[in-house]
């Protein structure tokens, strides 16, 4: 593999990207000017809207302005909301990354809080240029998520059996892996105990895939989709059970929770809905909420499955998009980074489109660009939530 961009903390990036972060919808303006000022493809905009403090979003942001593909910071700040700005830029800086903060209030407005982001964004990509330091890159540095979005009949047949096939290739080369959609995978919660790597994990494993469940019928509304049922999808079972297969055959070595990083190689199950009553809303409301919390837990890219189709990509980290339906690849190929759709017309088997999505994560681990970074994607979502900061299960030494 190519090189890695080595952080203070001992992780490794296969990017360095300028964040330039809002801290309130009321600072967006000015941070997205900035960011479209910079004409720079590494400068990417990142923000949470809300007005009022939410520990969620403090975590998830903490977690994110630190990831290993993150070198360097640009806080936007309009200067009377409750984010905690000075708590993440101290967190940012203590990470030993270069960050500045910009208080609109304080600089005079909307032109002159964009000349002085601007002024920022210079010297912070300066200090990270200084920072520089290119080591080694491994198979065992890299941490991968998956998700699927725009599921259809083939996502179960094609796509996602490949993915799990390149997820068993991956951890077996000491890669660390991470599987999501506990709301997805309702009635697959015993197939997932008999691969826990202890009985504390399955246990942890059945109690999440309950709690979905009383999540979802509180809300009034689970994770089928119109979308699914026109792409020949019949039950949410069938769905679930489609959704399962991207986690592979591995064992399942703990249960995190978003903004906690697993504590070793291997495959994790990450659980997203929260253990209160609803509050804010449903828990998966986009999946680019879903990369978002991937990347919180040192997800360096993501491999996303759709049978529909689907455009979306992430500041921060690569997603790279895999479709199981040969018409959607003829249709939509300019999105679409592997064709499982081989799958269905008999032109490839399981295993070959498994090695075909390894050896792509691995070009792009060294900088090739997936199709959602070549076109510009950099769709970047948090909002309010209340939610454990930490799994129930998750043991160091389990492999």
Same mark, same amino acid.
């Given at each position: ?122 010297r912070v990509r300066a200090e990270m240029r200084e920072r520089a330091r290119r080591v080694p890159m ?21 796509? !996602?059996? &490949? ?6 290739? %991956?951890?077996?080369? *000491? #890669? ?5 959609? $506990? =709301? ?6 015993g197939a997932m105990a008999t691969r826990a790597a202890t009985p504390e994990i399955a246990r942890a ?78 828990? !998966?409301? &986009? ?6 919390? %991937?990347?919180?837990? *040192? #997800? ?5 499955? $759709? =049978? ?92």
């Amino acid at each position: 593999m190519a090189d890695g961009y080595a952080r203070a903390d001992g992780r490794k990036g296969i990017r360095d990207v300028l964040a330039v972060i809002y801290l309130v919808e009321c600072a967006h303006h000015v941070a997205r000017r900035v960011v479209e000022q910079s004409n720079d493809a590494d400068v990417h905009l990142l923000g949470f809207p809300g007005c009022y403090p939410n520990d969620y979003a403090l975590r998830m942001m903490k977690a994110l302005a630190t990831h290993a593909n993150v070198g360097g910071a640009v806080l936007v700040s309009l200067g009377c909301e409750g984010f905690d700005r000075e708590g993440l830029a101290a967190q940012i800086a203590a990470s030993g990354r270069p960050v500045e903060t910009v208080v609109i209030q304080q600089a005079g407005g909307t032109r002159s809080g964009i000349d002085a982001a601007v002024a920022a964004v210079g010297r912070v990509r300066a200090e990270m240029r200084e920072r520089a330091r290119r080591v080694p890159m491994h198979l065992s540095d890299l941490v991968i998520g998956t998700i699927c979005g725009g599921s259809d009949g083939t996502s179960g047949i094609a796509a !996602n059996p &490949a993915v799990g096939r390149a997820f068993d290739r %991956l951890v077996d080369a *000491g #890669a660390t892996c991470i599987f999501e959609e $506990t =709301g997805e995978m309702i009635g697959c919660e015993g197939a997932m105990a008999t691969r826990a790597a202890t009985p504390e994990i399955a246990r942890a494993i059945d109690q999440a895939i309950a709690n979905a469940e009383t999540y979802y019928r509180a809300m009034g509304y689970g994770s089928f989709a119109p979308g699914n049922a026109e792409g020949g999808l019949s039950t949410l079972e069938e769905k679930s059970a489609g959704a399962y297969v991207k986690s592979g055959s591995r064992p399942i070595n703990g249960l995190i929770r978003p903004t906690q990083a697993p504590d070793g190689p291997g495959l994790y199950l990450l659980d997203v809905v929260p253990d209160t009553a609803p509050k804010f809303g449903f828990p !998966n409301i &986009a999946d680019n909420a879903e990369i978002v919390e %991937l990347m919180s837990c *040192g #997800a360096h890219l993501t491999l996303f499955t $759709t =049978g529909r189709g689907s455009v979306v990509g992430s500041a921060i980290a690569p997603v790279v998009k895999i479709t199981g339906n040969p018409e959607t690849y003829a249709r939509m190929g300019e999105d679409m980074d592997i064709d499982a759709g081989r799958v269905m017309l008999g032109e490839a088997t399981l295993d070959q489109v498994g090695d075909d999505i390894f050896d792509l994560v691995v070009a792009i681990a060294g900088g090739a660009p997936s199709k959602s970074e070549a076109l510009g994607h950099r769709e970047f979502i948090l909002g309010y939530k209340t939610i454990d900061a930490v799994g129930p299960a998750c043991h160091p030494g389990v492999r």
